[in-house]
């Protein structure tokens, strides 16, 4: 059950809440199964806080210090976590369906099972981020680093890869289309699903390079004489 208390700081605001949360530092969110809809958590610090079961829709929780919560079957419906700190955070099977996740950090968090129908994660950091079984089907993954991600049996169809690094991912029975993969950038340790093993010397084996800028057409200035 979560703590009424720390609920009624957290009405206050996020600027309250975390203000309240620097002078009681040994105390740990609790949130479980409590109804969020459309709270405003911007900034927050909810560090190792315990979201598990709670509605989360539409919230606003970009930039949060979300790192090691657990949101384990947390609904996350269209909720902004914009650059929010995820990092090692328990996620598996949440519903984060439209979520808007851009520029997140998601580095070894557990998002097995978990439901990202069209989520907006470009960008992201995702390094050994566990994703197996996880529904990823038209999710946007541009951009983003799956550094060493487990995305075993994931579901990828209509994902967007362009330029997600894929390099050390273990995509094993993932449900994934030729078309995407040779737009992502993989490595020798990347598993490929046995089907498209045979593409593997078509994909990229690292980000395309910048463009040079072009030389500058004003003249040099000739150096003043002494």
Do not use: C
Not at 35 to 55: E, I, K, P, Q
Not at 62 to 69: C, E, I, P, Q, V
Not at 176 to 181: P, S
Not at 204 to 216: G, T
Request: glycine residues 8%; aromatic residues 4%.
């Amino acid at each position: 059950m979560a703590d009424k208390k720390q609920l009624a700081v957290l009405d206050d605001g996020p600027t309250v809440w975390n203000r309240w949360r620097s002078r009681n530092r040994t105390v740990v969110p609790d949130f479980r199964e409590v109804a969020l809809r459309d709270y405003m958590l911007r900034g927050g610090n909810f560090a190792n806080g315990d979201f598990s079961g709670a509605d989360l829709r539409h919230a606003n929780a970009s930039g949060a210090n979300l790192r090691g919560a657990k949101l384990v079957e947390a609904t996350l419906h269209r909720a902004i976590l914009v650059a929010a700190n995820l990092t090692g955070a328990n996620l598996r099977e949440a519903s984060l369906q439209r979520a808007k996740m851009s520029g997140s950090n998601l580095t070894d968090a557990i998002l097995r099972e978990a439901n990202l129908l069209r989520a907006n994660l470009s960008g992201a950091r995702m390094l050994r981020a566990n994703l197996n079984q996880a529904n990823l089907l038209r999710v946007n993954l541009q951009g983003a680093n799956l550094r060493g991600a487990d995305l075993r049996n994931a579901y990828l169809h209509g994902a967007n890869l362009k330029g997600a690094v894929l390099a050390g991912a273990d995509l094993r029975g993932a449900q994934i289309e030729r078309r995407q993969l040779l737009t992502a950038i993989i490595n020798v340790r990347t598993q490929l699903p046995k089907e498209w093993e045979s593409i593997r010397p078509l994909i990229p084996r690292r980000a395309a390079p910048v463009a040079a800028r072009a030389p500058s057409t004003r003249p040099i200035a000739s150096p003043a004489v002494r």
